[in-house]
């Protein structure tokens, strides 16, 4: 049950991602790859507590809807005019 919670809390991390990429994607600003992947760092340093465990969790869903521009180390900038689509990574 308690992983069902931690995966839960992952797919609001995708999701507020997906959702910033899709409204917020024009606006010249850090990728949000960066905030999850702080919160990955976070979340391992805290790993004991469950904060921690949230941030991770968090972090994890949040990291994944940003991949491709990590792969691209895209760190600051708009993102590509392209079809904006909820479920992919962008």
Same mark, same amino acid.
Do not use: C, N
């Given at each position: 049950?308690?992983?069902?919670? =931690?995966? @839960?809390? /992952?797919?609001?991390? =995708? ?7 899709? =409204? ?8 949000? &790859?960066? =905030?999850? #992947? /702080?919160? $990955?760092?976070?979340? @391992? ?5 469950? @904060?921690?465990?949230? /941030? #991770?969790?968090?972090? $994890?869903?949040? +990291?994944?809807? %940003? +991949?491709?521009?990590? #792969?691209?180390?895209?760190? +600051?900038?708009?993102?590509? %005019?392209?079809?904006?689509?909820? &479920?992919? $990574?962008?």
């Amino acid at each position: 049950m308690q992983i069902l919670f =931690y995966i @839960l809390i /992952a797919f609001v991390g =995708y999701s507020i991602g997906r959702v910033t990429h899709i =409204y917020l994607g024009h606006v010249k600003s850090p990728h949000h &790859w960066i =905030y999850g #992947l /702080a919160l $990955i760092i976070l979340g @391992l340093v805290f790993s004991k507590h469950l @904060l921690g465990l949230l /941030a #991770l969790s968090f972090g $994890i869903g949040h +990291f994944i809807s %940003d +991949f491709k521009d990590f #792969l691209q180390l895209k760190i +600051f900038g708009r993102d590509e %005019d392209s079809k904006k689509k909820f &479920w992919g $990574i962008d």
